[in-house]
């Protein structure tokens, strides 16, 4: 066997690989120390370059517009979030306008080193660059220097963390070269670098290992990662079904908002911006590509009417904590009003400051109209002075309006509740029969026009009839048929037709029927008598020497003679006999059922009647009377001629006395 002979022991061995690996890592560290450096100064110099690039191009934005104060703030808010600037300021032409440096404003800048020509070679101590910038002003281009002045501290710190950084990374590469990475590369690096190649290389196939424990680990993995390969694919799978479930619970929530007509909006109040969903851009009539939604945009909508309502409701509900809902107008682009409900609900964070508002806009316009038209409908129905009932056939009342329940001396809850039986009034029957009756007779009517008159009496709470004429029609909802009636109470218009009734008929001194009466009875009883028989007499009477009572003692006693006659007859009269004043001091007593004999002895006892009265100043009075009886198929004047010519002989023969012919 060949001996190989041992020139290095152990120890010389390890010297040697020691001196050789300090000379090596001490090389490494000054070049990895030079080359960290730079590095991270380039690093610095295109983060600085970006940020003042994005700063620069918001300041001018904010020029644009002008607004200074704007471009204070994002000078301030970049100076705070950058600790490498020492100052920042704009320039415009020569001269520093603005500065978070107060000192250095209205200072003139000499134009430095421009910041593209920045490198890591010139970022050092007391370094001051600049970037032009321009934007529109007035239609002109105009261009301003956003001055820099490094934070020297800053750099130098920034430097002597390279430092550090460098050297902690060379003591962990010695510490991990020397001591792990020669040792155990064979015993665990290497097995593990193979393991990692068959996963990477999806080689899933036995493989062999020098130590037991790692092929075991091999073995677990390769189960693992079938499990998850299995489990990613089902993971997969699911996601994609709950992404299509999503999709389509997205879109079935845009339909229901756009047929509810109802949109959601959350409005972040700590930068002023608002989300809309599309329905509320479709009821604010905008389009989403051109139109950015703004507290003060959304209120530029609202009708100016309605402006400081809706801001105190909203400052109401911050202030108070509150949930606020409201109606109200907006004013589209191109002039359409509509109306909104809206709702709004205020989250706060955990200082109770106001964070968000979140709540929906729904288009009510059309509601709105509806509601304003039925309220000024049931006005009209208020006003009505005459009383409207809506019931179903079996009379349960389901509409009022004011006078209907005012007249009847119910609340209208009350009224409600009953049945058009319970008001319905008969002498002789229950509700129940009169409504029937009446239903009857309405449905009759409705049969043969639109419309029903029909005459019922009503019974108020307090147990008062009054008349009332109902002018019903028939309406039809949900295949059940109602009755809409009008009714109107007509206690004055019977009073007044009944006084105009007697008016019409009665004498108006002594109150007895007058010849336009007495023609209405005369006539039908001519006609009883003509058609079924039987006998009628009558009797005429005149007040002897009349004229001369008015001539003596004038009208009103004249008017007092015959007022005490007329009353004397009347109490000797039977009630079937007809007491008329024919004309002047004459007048007519009607005998129905009754022969001449017994009219002749009625006349005279009429005669003796009146002779024992004692009239005042006048003294007594007399009349004369002439009595006939009506013969079959005569005419009326034919009768009446008879009977006149019947007193013309009494006072013929002296008067004071009763002729008969």
Same mark, same amino acid.
């Given at each position: 066997?060949?001996?190989?002979?041992?020139?290095?022991?152990?120890?010389?061995?390890?010297?040697?690989?020691?001196?050789?690996?300090?000379?090596?890592?001490?090389?490494?560290?000054?070049?990895?120390?030079?080359?960290?450096?730079?590095?991270?100064?380039?690093?610095?110099?295109?983060?600085?370059?970006?940020?003042?690039?994005?700063?620069?191009?918001?300041?001018?934005?904010?020029?644009?517009?002008?607004?200074?104060?704007?471009?204070?703030?994002?000078?301030?808010?970049?100076?705070?979030?950058?600790?490498?600037?020492?100052?920042?300021?704009?320039?415009?032409?020569?001269?520093?306008?603005?500065?978070?440096?107060?000192?250095?404003?209205?200072?003139?800048?000499?134009?430095?080193?421009?910041?593209?020509?920045?490198?890591?070679?010139?970022?050092?101590?007391?370094?001051?660059?600049?970037?032009?910038?321009?934007?529109?002003?007035?239609?002109?281009?105009?261009?301003?220097?956003?001055?820099?002045?490094?934070?020297?501290?800053?750099?130098?710190?920034?430097?002597?963390?390279?430092?550090?950084?460098?050297?902690?990374?060379?003591?962990?590469?010695?510490?991990?070269?020397?001591?792990?990475?020669?040792?155990?590369?064979?015993?665990?690096?290497?097995?593990?670098?193979?393991?990692?190649?068959?996963?990477?290389?999806?080689?899933?196939?036995?493989?062999?290992?020098?130590?037991?424990?790692?092929?075991?680990?091999?073995? @677990?993995?390769?189960?693992?990662?079938?499990?998850?390969?299995?489990?990613?694919?089902?993971?997969?799978?699911?996601?994609?079904?709950?992404?299509?479930?999503?999709?389509?619970?997205?879109?079935?929530?845009?339909?229901?908002?756009?047929?509810?007509?109802?949109?959601?909006?959350?409005?972040?109040?700590?930068?002023?911006?608002?989300?809309?969903?599309?329905?509320?851009?479709?009821?604010?009539?905008?389009?989403?590509?051109?139109?950015?939604?703004?507290?003060?945009?959304?209120?530029?909508?609202?009708?100016?009417?309605?402006?400081?309502?809706?801001?105190?409701?909203? @400052?109401?509900?911050?202030? @108070?904590?509150?949930?606020?809902?409201?109606?109200?107008?907006?004013?589209?682009?191109?002039?359409?009003?509509?109306?909104?409900?809206?709702?709004?609900?205020?989250?706060?964070?955990?200082?109770?400051?106001?964070?968000?508002?979140?709540?929906?806009?729904?288009?009510?316009?059309?509601?709105?109209?509806?509601?304003?038209?039925?309220?000024?409908?049931?006005?009209?129905?208020?006003?009505?002075?005459?009383?409207?009932?809506?019931?179903?056939?079996?009379?349960?009342?389901?509409?009022?309006?004011?006078?209907?329940?005012?007249?009847?001396?119910?609340?209208?809850?009350?009224?409600?509740?009953?049945?058009?039986?319970?008001?319905?009034?008969?002498?002789?029957?229950?509700?129940?029969?009169?409504?029937?009756?009446?239903?009857?007779?309405?449905?009759?009517?409705?049969?043969?026009? @639109?419309?029903?008159?029909?005459?019922?009496?009503?019974?108020?709470?307090?147990?008062?009839?009054?008349?009332?004429?109902?002018?019903?029609?028939?309406?039809?909802?949900?295949?059940?048929?109602?009755?809409?009636?009008?009714?109107?109470?007509?206690?004055?218009?019977?009073?007044?037709?009944?006084?105009?009734?007697?008016?019409?008929?009665?004498?108006?001194?002594?109150?007895?029927?007058?010849?336009?009466?007495?023609?209405?009875?005369?006539?039908?009883?001519?006609?009883?008598?003509?058609?079924?028989?039987?006998?009628?007499?009558?009797?005429?009477?005149?007040?002897?020497?009349?004229?001369?009572?008015?001539?003596?003692?004038?009208?009103?006693?004249?008017?007092?003679?015959?007022?005490?006659?007329?009353?004397?007859?009347?109490?000797?009269?039977?009630?079937?006999?007809?007491?008329?004043?024919?004309?002047?001091?004459?007048?007519?007593?009607?005998?129905?059922?009754?022969?001449?004999?017994?009219?002749?002895?009625?006349?005279?006892?009429?005669?003796?009647?009146?002779?024992?009265?004692?009239?005042?100043?006048?003294?007594?009075?007399?009349?004369?009377?002439?009595?006939?009886?009506?013969?079959?198929?005569?005419?009326?004047?034919?009768?009446?001629?008879?009977?006149?010519?019947?007193?013309?002989?009494?006072?013929?023969?002296?008067?004071?006395?009763?002729?008969?012919?």
């Amino acid at each position: 066997m060949k001996m190989y002979k041992n020139f290095f022991s152990l120890k010389k061995v390890n010297l040697l690989v020691t001196l050789f690996a300090a000379t090596i890592i001490s090389i490494a560290i000054f070049h990895t120390y030079g080359a960290t450096k730079n590095y991270f100064k380039a690093q610095d110099i295109e983060r600085i370059k970006n940020d003042i690039s994005e700063l620069g191009y918001a300041i001018a934005s904010s020029m644009q517009s002008a607004q200074m104060e704007k471009v204070s703030q994002f000078l301030a808010k970049s100076l705070e979030a950058h600790k490498e600037y020492e100052a920042l300021s704009i320039s415009i032409g020569a001269k520093i306008v603005l500065s978070t440096d107060k000192k250095l404003v209205g200072e003139i800048y000499k134009e430095g080193l421009h910041a593209d020509k920045i490198d890591c070679c010139r970022v050092n101590e007391g370094l001051v660059f600049y970037s032009d910038f321009s934007y529109l002003k007035d239609g002109k281009e105009m261009v301003f220097n956003l001055i820099v002045d490094l934070n020297d501290g800053y750099l130098l710190s920034a430097e002597q963390e390279v430092k550090n950084l460098v050297v902690v990374f060379v003591l962990y590469f010695i510490l991990i070269i020397l001591v792990f990475l020669l040792f155990l590369y064979f015993l665990n690096i290497y097995p593990l670098i193979k393991l990692n190649r068959c996963i990477k290389n999806q080689e899933c196939t036995p493989s062999d290992f020098i130590i037991k424990e790692h092929s075991s680990i091999y073995r @677990n993995i390769i189960e693992k990662y079938n499990e998850i390969t299995f489990l990613n694919k089902t993971l997969e799978e699911k996601v994609l079904q709950r992404t299509k479930e999503l999709s389509k619970t997205n879109q079935l929530f845009k339909e229901a908002q756009k047929l509810t007509r109802i949109g959601n909006w959350e409005w972040n109040m700590g930068d002023n911006s608002i989300v809309w969903s599309d329905e509320i851009f479709t009821i604010f009539g905008a389009k989403a590509q051109e139109f950015v939604p703004t507290y003060d945009a959304f209120m530029n909508y609202v009708h100016t009417d309605d402006k400081d309502f809706v801001k105190n409701s909203i @400052n109401s509900a911050i202030e @108070n904590k509150k949930d606020y809902a409201i109606n109200h107008r907006i004013v589209l682009p191109d002039g359409t009003q509509k109306v909104v409900y809206e709702k709004g609900r205020v989250e706060y964070d955990d200082a109770q400051a106001p964070l968000r508002m979140a709540g929906t806009v729904q288009d009510i316009t059309e509601r709105y109209k509806i509601s304003k038209e039925l309220e000024f409908q049931s006005k009209l129905l208020a006003s009505v002075t005459d009383s409207i009932f809506v019931h179903d056939l079996d009379g349960n009342i389901i509409y009022v309006n004011e006078a209907a329940h005012k007249t009847r001396g119910y609340a209208k809850d009350e009224l409600l509740g009953m049945k058009m039986q319970e008001l319905d009034y008969h002498a002789e029957k229950n509700g129940d029969e009169v409504y029937r009756e009446n239903l009857k007779n309405a449905k009759e009517q409705l049969e043969k026009e @639109n419309k029903a008159v029909v005459e019922v009496m009503h019974k108020t709470k307090d147990g008062k009839i009054i008349p009332i004429e109902m002018t019903c029609r028939m309406i039809e909802e949900n295949d059940k048929n109602y009755i809409i009636s009008v009714a109107r109470d007509v206690s004055l218009l019977k009073a007044m037709n009944e006084k105009l009734q007697k008016l019409a008929t009665t004498d108006k001194l002594t109150g007895i029927y007058n010849r336009h009466k007495f023609d209405e009875i005369f006539k039908a009883e001519i006609e009883r008598v003509s058609r079924y028989g039987g006998l009628l007499s009558m009797i005429m009477t005149d007040i002897d020497y009349f004229k001369r009572v008015n001539d003596t003692y004038g009208h009103d006693v004249g008017d007092y003679v015959i007022k005490k006659i007329v009353d004397t007859i009347k109490r000797n009269i039977r009630h079937i006999d007809v007491f008329v004043r024919w004309g002047g001091e004459e007048f007519i007593i009607l005998c129905p059922q009754t022969d001449s004999p017994s009219a002749a002895a009625l006349a005279e006892k009429l005669r003796s009647a009146i002779e024992e009265v004692e009239f005042e100043k006048v003294g007594s009075v007399t009349c004369s009377f002439g009595v006939t009886s009506y013969e079959q198929k005569e005419s009326e004047n034919s009768f009446i001629k008879r009977l006149d010519g019947a007193l013309y002989r009494a006072k013929d023969k002296g008067r004071n006395r009763v002729v008969v012919i």
